[in-house]
């Protein structure tokens, strides 16, 4: 059993929207197909990936040093060992020889495009759904059938005024959300709030809007804007400050008494370890938002879940950044709290299968082997084309 070839591309997903920090119109992901010489219905089994949104490709990581530490390989010791399947995990340490601790960012981003298409293969090559083979390899063999996804939106727009953000808050809920996330921080306090109102109106209670502020304000606005939300009683107060401020955030904590959200941008165990630590997050009702993809893969990403219980939290105060199929397994096959959903925004990437219906905000897993990525027609044709 070895890896015939890995290919590799880039996708555009730009879009004319903005967060408090960055507007998305030169935005794009890494997209890859790792080919195998197992053969299925007389075709080679391939192992898809991509990078999360929010981050831009890492194209130049994966060329030089990634793929060609995986390939350069012997092909014994990619393989677990009863030889039956690949290990992303013997892999995940041969791509990252070489490399200095530290400087956690974009080759983070290229080892979990990698890893992402390595446990797509890897559940194929068992013929089962992601979910399934991840429970009965990493879990308890029991995974949640279903899983709780909010809709991720309510971005700054040209020509999106409170009717428009209205609209497409009602378009959440008819699509079978419950939950929803809009944008603040990219305007002044007084319109945010006036958004937020508006938003409300739709979704009918604070406790169904989670608000979002891509680590834009310092400490003294972070105090501000809590004050003048806490009688919403949001859903969360997500990324309030930059990622690795955790005092700002342990303050936060300290004064505003509704649940916060964070974690999305800190892409290792040593990050992850330190805001458990230093941050001030309330297991009791806070949420962490790291990333199985943008954060190494999954592989870190299951240390970090073994991680959690030295500092008393649940995987169910979990609920992953990406938005996409692969996190909707993870979350199943763990028992996360939930998972993020776009369904709206980064064509063709984000959102789940084409035959994934939302109801009473929650959304399956596909049973298709793998992750699915077949099922979404729209991205399934680029990823075909990325290996002919």
Not at 61 to 67: A, D, F, G, P, T
Request: proline fraction near 6%; hydrophobic fraction near 40%.
């Amino acid at each position: 059993m070895k890896i015939v070839s890995i290919h590799e591309g880039t996708l555009p997903i730009s879009s004319t929207m903005r967060n408090a920090w960055v507007d998305f119109s030169t935005m794009d992901v890494s997209i890859i197909a790792v080919v195998s010489d197992v053969i299925r219905d007389g075709k080679p089994l391939v192992g898809y990936g991509f990078n999360s949104n929010g981050r831009y490709s890492a194209s130049d990581i994966l060329r030089r040093r990634v793929i060609p530490r995986l390939m350069a390989a012997d092909p014994n010791d990619i393989l677990r060992e009863d030889g039956t399947n690949f290990s992303p995990e013997k892999i995940w340490d041969i791509v990252m020889q070489n490399e200095k601790p530290g400087g956690h960012g974009e080759r983070s981003v290229a080892v979990g495009v990698l890893d992402m298409a390595l446990f797509d293969l890897a559940a194929k090559i068992e013929d089962k759904p992601l979910y399934r083979y991840l429970s009965e390899n990493y879990g308890d063999g029991s995974p949640d059938e279903d899983v709780f996804v909010y809709a991720a939106g309510g971005y700054y727009a040209p020509g999106k005024g409170l009717p428009e953000l209205q609209d497409e808050m009602r378009k959440f809920l008819g699509l079978g959300y419950t939950v929803a996330k809009m944008k603040i921080g990219g305007a002044s306090l007084a319109e945010d709030l006036r958004r937020i109102e508006a938003a409300i109106e739709v979704v009918g209670s604070g406790q169904n809007l989670a608000v979002d502020v891509n680590g834009r304000f310092d400490l003294e606005t972070a105090l501000t804007y809590a004050d003048a939300i806490a009688p919403y009683n949001l859903f969360w107060y997500e990324e309030v400050g930059d990622p690795l401020d955790y005092q700002l955030q342990a303050t936060l904590g300290g004064r505003y008494p509704h649940p916060m959200a964070t974690g999305e941008n800190l892409f290792s165990l040593p990050d992850a370890r330190n805001l458990l630590r230093y941050g001030g997050m309330r297991p009791d009702q806070d949420i962490l938002q790291f990333d199985p993809v943008l954060g190494y893969g999954l592989v870190e990403y299951l240390r970090i879940q073994a991680l959690l219980p030295e500092y008393g939290w649940s995987p169910r105060s979990c609920i992953p950044h990406g938005g996409h199929q692969f996190a909707l397994h993870i979350a199943a096959a763990l028992k996360l709290g939930g998972n993020e959903s776009y369904p709206g925004e980064f064509f063709p990437t984000g959102g789940f299968a084409d035959e994934t219906v939302v109801q009473g905000g929650r959304a399956r897993p596909t049973e298709a082997p793998g992750i699915g990525f077949e099922l979404k027609s729209a991205f399934y044709k680029h990823l075909l084309a990325l290996h002919g």
